[in-house]
């Protein structure tokens, strides 16, 4: 029998609350089973309670299934099993005939998905290329002219001054709504996060002098887009709200194999949408990849299943940037394991050096990931919190549970990922003794 690929604390973090996560540990022994087994690709079982529940694991990647009614994935019996994996009690055995059809139906799923993408490689060169330039063009001119009404707005906002800004809050849905009309719902949507700065702190000035700054760069690039170099010219066309179909990523993007370990993790649930933004980081080489997933409703399914703390082999598929980050999984190539091994991390002179490089590159990014190697969290004078390194250098730590963090430490150097905004580090996740830690954070 081969080895679990999960642990019992990562089976747990699983789970999509705590209450799942509980009624799982219930059924996490023998006797609330009955039919239990496992080969290389999969577990499965049937779960003794109000009904017989055919539960089963794909192990290439942690995705669940089973025949409760439960809207929430995994569902408690589906935790159960995977405690009962992770644990390595389940025998060596044949699948039955509801598990093999399960795995060859995704399996079959998976290469019709591949087949579909070289599909779409082969058929981008029989797109209409005039008519699709007419309505590239068309919305340029659209885009144009909203970026041009969007200066003048903000030109006049730093004329007035700021004063009184507070009581503010129809002014910048108005300005939002203008945007999405001029089809840039990415500008849009910063824009609207601007509502939230005045009265925030007592640096909201200077901190949406900057926002606007940004914007306003950005309103001048699009002017001159033709005259930017491709990659960064795709930045900025991701930031207006231009999206590309996976099929253009995977044609035009970056392509890079290595074994992934999944480094930070963090959900975002609303009534509408569920949005789930993954890190992973490059055992090999240090390279940073943040995989979007997004569900429409609170029950959905990601696409992807993602455990931190486990790495995986594959080749990921980056989209066209000046500084690419953003990612999609193109191929695994090999199972979910766990990852005790060491990972690649940065000083805090190295942090800021990549930092500038990347802002070299692509002036537009906000913000970067990256693994802090050996910091120690400071508290000092009571209120103000540090990641300091060796050579005494120090970061200010951004939203996240600090006092679980300095519990971690103990007053010991640790690895912590996190994102860099040129301020404030935000932690979300620890590695102590080789085990990854989940940071709790405040959203952005």
Known sequence: MSASPLTSEQAL???????????????????????????????????????????????????????????????????????????????????????????????????????REAAGEEGAATVDTEAKAKRSAERHGRIQKGLEALTLWMEDLVRNGFAGLEAETAMWNTQAARLVDAQAPGLASQVQQLAALPGSGPDWPRRLLERLGRLALIAEAWRKLDQLPPPLAADLRSLVGIPLREEEVIAQGEHLEDTWVVIGQELEDTERVRAQRTYLLGATSGRTALVLQFAAGPGARFAESFLPGTAFAAELAFWPSAAP????????????????????????????????????????????????????????????????????????????????????????????????????????????EGRLHQMGGSPR
């Open 325 to 432: 980050q953003r990612a999609m999984i193109r191929e695994r190539k090999g199972e979910v394991h766990p990852w005790t091994g060491t990972v690649p991390g940065l000083s805090l002179e190295g942090l800021s050096q990549r930092f500038a490089e990347e802002l070299s590159r692509q002036p537009f990014r906000e913000r970067m990931a990256a693994m802090l190697g050996q910091v120690v969290p400071v508290l000092e004078g009571g209120r103000r919190w540090w990641l300091r390194d060796a050579t005494g250098a120090a970061v200010r730590i951004g939203p996240c549970d600090r006092w679980r963090l300095l519990a971690l430490s103990g007053g010991h150097p640790l690895d912590v990922f996190g994102e860099w905004d040129g301020e404030e580090f935000r932690p979300l996740s620890v590695r102590v």
């Open 13 to 115: 973090a699983l789970a999509p609350d705590s209450s799942v996560a509980a009624a799982g540990q219930k059924l996490a022994t023998e006797r609330s089973w009955q039919g239990l087994g496992r080969d290389g690709r999969a577990a499965w079982g049937e779960c003794k309670g109000s009904a017989l529940y055919q539960v089963r694991i794909d192990l290439s990647d942690l995705a669940t299934k089973c025949t409760c009614p439960s809207r929430k994935f995994p569902c408690k019996h589906a935790v159960g099993l995977l405690l009962l994996t992770a644990s390595e009690r389940l025998p060596s055995g044949t699948p039955p005939a509801w598990v093999e059809e399960w795995i060859s139906k995704r399996s079959a799923n998976a290469e019709r998905k591949a087949k």
